[in-house]
């Protein structure tokens, strides 16, 4: 503890900032999973599921664009605690009897959380920035990787705690207890958290929350595209397909994301390790490099499922390939977005970035319920290689130096 104590202040600010991300993390991928085993258990069909998360993603491209704003006005503390304090009611609300869990109230309360979740993580990220040195890329690469790594892998925890809670206690019981948990966290983050971090010199007006930067623009685009390709299949068509073609329980799909997930989180931890990044590094080679690469794998995959070539042992290597690659895009792309943003009022740029994030989401999420139902999931798969094929070509416009 004395160590602790003896730390220096910006490391404790990003030690606080950390530790609230990732327990804010644990909730909303159990959250995520129990959403979908306990309604997939009722009988709801996979576009049905799907629109369960709607408002969670319509709600998280709003809030990256007004959240940046209010990070920029207010303080990132204040928007990181007001995200907190949504996720508990979001759950809370949605501790209710069963027979209240109509589709309608779900969509609201998951509205909710997207809420809470894109507040959360646009202060996170957007933190590191005012933590971090200028020109010390190297030192902003490990810790943007290191935050956004273990948060990955605590998503997957997440998803592993909700298969868990389900098969343990009731859907209300599991939503009661992580409730509780993170009202613990937010009241220490209230007392924890600096009063004036990321708050910007110069008071943006709201019409400043559309990034004016040609370089932010381009990395959001691509963005959109990448995580479009990811939740494409990976969000309801792939547990729903686990669980339909392999017969598995709740338990043995919410155990196998988490790893997933995990192993993803750790693989974007270590991604300074495998990019060495300098002033020389072209930004927009390594992108297009490492989509280019991500397009081969999903490609195979896709193949794969379609003439059922080895379905099992094709779906799973093919998966696990796919988590490594995809860590990697991830990760320098949530480096870049906070290198080039600007230093005051880093949360207008960052929230912008994550709103094209959010919709990327969106898209994916609506097309693979709507999809998987009506095709299935090669289909799913090719129209990821779509999107991870545009990444890589929107990508060629970055930059050619950091």
């Not at 979001?90 to 998951?110: G, H, R």
């Not at 019409?207 to 995580?227: D, G, H, Q, T, V």
Request: proline share 2%; charged share 10%; aromatic share 12%.
């Amino acid at each position: 503890m004395t160590r602790l104590a003896n730390l220096p202040a910006d490391i404790k600010q990003y030690l606080i900032v950390t530790g609230n991300y990732w327990a804010f993390t644990l909730t909303d991928g159990a959250l995520r999973m129990l959403v979908v085993l306990h309604f997939h258990a009722l009988g709801y069909s996979p576009l049905s599921i799907a629109m369960l998360f709607l408002f969670y993603e319509i709600f998280g491209v709003v809030t990256n664009l007004v959240g940046g704003y209010l990070g920029a006005r207010l303080g990132l503390n204040k928007t990181m605690n007001i995200g907190l304090a949504i996720q508990v009611a979001a759950l809370f609300m949605l501790a209710v009897p069963p027979e209240w869990l109509s589709v309608t109230y779900v969509m609201l309360a998951q509205a909710l959380s997207g809420i809470a979740k894109d507040l959360n993580k646009m202060s996170a990220k957007s933190s590191i920035k005012m933590l971090v040195a200028s020109g010390q890329e190297g030192t902003l690469f490990k810790w943007v990787a290191i935050l956004t790594g273990s948060k990955n892998a605590l998503k997957g925890v997440g998803f592993f705690l909700g298969g868990l809670l389900l098969t343990l206690m009731s859907f209300k019981g599991a939503m009661l207890t992580m409730a509780a948990t993170l009202l613990v966290v937010w009241c220490f983050s209230i007392y924890a958290i600096k009063n004036d971090l990321g708050k910007a010199k110069n008071k943006p007006k709201f019409n400043e929350i559309f990034s004016k930067s040609s370089s932010i623009n381009i990395l959001s685009a691509a963005r959109l595209f990448l995580f479009g390709a990811r939740d494409v299949w990976f969000v309801v068509a792939l547990p729903v397909f686990l669980s339909q073609a392999f017969d598995w329980d709740h338990w043995t799909v919410g155990a196998f994301l988490a790893s997933w997930v995990i192993g993803y989180g750790a693989v974007q931890s270590f991604a300074p390790k495998i990019i060495k990044l300098n002033k020389q590094t072209s930004p927009s080679a390594e992108t297009v490099k490492w989509a280019s690469l991500l397009a081969v794998v999903t490609l195979a995959i896709a193949l794969a499922i379609g003439f059922e070539w080895a379905v099992k042992p094709m779906l799973i290597g093919g998966l696990m390939l796919f988590g490594v690659l995809f860590a990697i895009n991830s990760s320098l792309h949530s480096y870049l977005i906070v290198s080039m943003a600007d230093a005051d009022g880093v949360s207008l740029d960052v929230g912008f970035y994550y709103m094209a994030n959010a919709m990327g989401r969106l898209i994916g999420t609506v097309l693979s319920g709507l999809v998987f139902q009506l095709y299935g999931l090669a289909a799913c798969l090719a129209i990821s290689l779509l999107f991870i094929v545009i990444t890589a070509l929107i990508s060629t416009k970055l930059p050619k130096q950091i």
